[in-house]
Nanobody, 115 residues
């Protein structure tokens, strides 16, 4: 059974930083792609950042230059470093993984950017 467990969310002031972690129950390289989505209240879930097995990376335009996705294969963990946070970044952030033809989601972690 594949599990993805997020951590690292919380309350931060505008301009601040947070790092989210997603611990997988199996090797990160077994996934075709892993990454992060977010869903703000009343809005649809949207892609934030994706990391492909071959090393390619995709970011949403709204986070380019502020967020960085990375992985630690030994720890089977994917990270999302979020800098220069804005109130518009407030959402539940979900870890995502595509393995063969199956999509897996974490339970989500709340990020709130507010003064």
């Amino acid at each position: 059974q594949v599990q993805l467990v997020e951590s690292g969310g919380g309350l931060v002031q505008p301009g601040g930083s947070l790092r989210l972690s997603c611990a997988a129950s199996r090797s990160i390289f077994s996934f075709y792609r892993v990454g992060w989505y977010r869903q703000a209240l009343g809005k649809e879930r949207e892609m934030v950042a994706l990391l492909y097995n071959g090393g390619g990376i995709t970011y949403a335009d709204s986070v380019k230059g502020r967020f960085t996705i990375s992985r630690d294969a030994a720890k089977k963990t994917v990270y999302l470093q979020m800098n220069s946070l804005e109130p518009e970044d407030t959402a539940v952030y979900f870890c995502y993984g595509l393995l063969s033809d199956s999509v897996y989601w974490g339970q989500g972690t709340q990020v709130t950017v507010s003064s």
